[in-house]
């Protein structure tokens, strides 16, 4: 008889297709380690395979979550640097082509083969996760699991603005979407010593505007936002806008917003087509610079800002609630009612 665990799965591409199954223990290959999950962080990218609007393939099925923490249960017999006891937490990269020209850079999470987590591979939201020792950070005894699970979105947002971004001290900074991402955007704008962080949103944002300003933004804002960074300084625009949320007309705001030769930073992406035209870009010599994923050097970075208290995750985290009670944290992520929902199996 094969032991089982309760498991997240998303079994199709139909909306809702989502359920807690029982499911078969994972094997491990002989250079992974057997991960019992401590938490597991609920992602926008969970809420989108749920609700069948995502726009990259799923292996289904496949078990949901590729923000996680927790405790090495069991080594293959070549892992040679973590150990049965060991805490860590998971990048996100769980296939790659080692030798793609690409990973050979260190640029792993470009490799156009890269299947993560949670789509590719079965993920975490359930009891024990099988995952490359190569995924693998050390977390020391002072971080729990749920701030701990929250790693990869601080890696995304620190990819984003201190490696893709050029934030200078005194900058003013324009964060377009309040989602967990453009508020750890905002955090790390703030870290690079922006002057002046602004996060927008709509009117339906309230609660997660409110946690922006916890966070440190300066201004907060629901409309109006155009009106507001007319009158701002010279009249000229922000430095740097991040586009942190999942439509694309947003970027038209960017374009509107960031002053000549400034920078927007796009983080957040939708499958839909721009409705309007780029010629701003070019009229206002602005930079555009995509931004996706993250790799070793940011994850062992955005651990140690963790570790000391400079990232601070409690206004993010607005519940932890165990996996059978899924259901209720995707509705509230979704609904803008819950910034993160952190599950624990
Ligand atoms: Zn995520």
């Not at 005194?170 to 704008?189: F, K, R, S, W, Y």
């Not at 800002?305 to 409690?314: A, F, P, R, W, Y």
Request: aromatic share 6%; net charge negative; glycine share 10%.
């Amino acid at each position: 008889m094969t032991a089982t665990m309760p498991g997240l799965v998303n079994y199709s591409r139909e909306p809702f297709s989502v359920e807690l199954r029982e499911v078969p223990l994972p094997k491990i290959g002989e250079r992974d380690v057997l991960l019992r999950v401590g938490a597991v962080s609920v992602c926008g990218s969970d809420l989108h395979q749920w609700r069948g609007s995502h726009s990259w393939p799923v292996n289904y099925p496949c078990i949901l979550g590729h923000e996680f923490a927790g405790t090495v249960a069991e080594t293959g017999a070549r892992v040679s640097c973590f150990k049965e006891g060991d805490r860590v937490v998971s990048e996100t990269a769980a296939v790659i082509d080692e030798s793609s020209p690409l990973s050979r850079c260190g640029m792993y999470n470009l490799d156009p083969t890269r299947r993560g987590f949670g789509y590719g591979v079965n993920g975490a939201m359930t009891e024990y996760v099988s995952v490359p020792e190569r995924c693998l950070h050390r977390i020391p005894e002072s971080v729990s699991f749920d701030k701990a699970a929250l790693t990869e979105p601080c890696c995304v947002a620190y990819n984003a603005v201190c490696m893709n971004g050029r934030v200078r001290p005194g900058d003013n900074v324009l964060v377009l979407g309040p989602g967990p991402i453009g508020l750890l955007c905002a955090v790390m704008a703030k870290l690079s010593g922006a002057g002046r962080v602004i996060v927008a949103g709509l009117p339906a944002d309230h609660f997660r505007l409110s946690v922006a300003g916890d966070l440190g933004a300066n201004v907060t804002l629901d409309n109006g936002i155009v009106e507001y960074i007319n009158q701002l300084g010279d009249g000229l625009g922000v430095d740097v806008a991040i586009d942190a949320s999942g439509a694309s007309a947003t970027l038209q705001l960017a374009l509107q917003t960031v002053r000549p030769a400034g920078q927007i930073i796009k983080v957040g992406w939708g499958p839909q087509p721009m409705q309007f035209s780029l010629d701003p870009l070019v009229q206002k010599n602005v930079t555009i610079s995509g931004s996706f994923s993250h790799n070793w050097p940011v994850w062992e970075r955005v651990i140690s800002m963790i570790v000391s208290g400079q990232i601070n995750l409690d206004p993010i985290i607005s519940r932890v609630a165990p996996l059978p009670q899924w259901l209720a944290c995707f509705e509230k992520m979704e609904r803008g009612e819950y910034v993160k929902a952190v599950l624990t199996p």
